[in-house]
């Protein structure tokens, strides 16, 4: 059975968010893979091409899990997204604390990712006000980020937490 660039990068995903970027080898990613390390690079070109390519695909697979409505539907999607992914604090941040925002390639989809995700708070806050505020979208974006790294070690008492904060400031906001 041939092996798929998805499959390499659905693989290499585990991988990364179990080790870290900086300190996986190539020999633990082409394993994990099942393919030579010839087949991994024909397919991703480079380690670099591989991290991008892990990160795009898992920032496909969070903004599809995150098309919601309002406060409450963002913070359960992201119960949700950490009870089948895991709690190991965001994938992004890792990959740009441990590369140093470094090669060009991952830097630019992580910067894409913040783009959307920043895109995704101003929406949730029109959605609950019914007009936009930067300052409470800024907010919100805070505090889902921090409980998605919070969630690592307070589990879903973090989102909870993050999720009720979010509510009250709406409802100071209205």
Known sequence: MPTTRAEIVSNAERVFDHHGFAATGMDL???AAGVSTRTLYKHLGSKAGLMAAV???R???FFERFDVHGVAALFEALDDWTAAEGARGCLFLRAEGETGG???EVSAVVAEYR???RELTRRVIVDELGRPDEELAEQLLVLFE?????ASYLG????AAARNASLSLIRQAR
């Open 29 to 31: 990613l082409t394993e």
């Open 55 to 57: 990160l795009e695909s």
């Open 59 to 61: 920032m496909a697979r």
């Open 102 to 104: 470094q090669p060009p």
């Open 115 to 117: 783009g959307r995700l």
């Open 146 to 150: 921090g409980a998605t790294s919070a």
């Open 156 to 159: 879903t008492r973090a989102i």
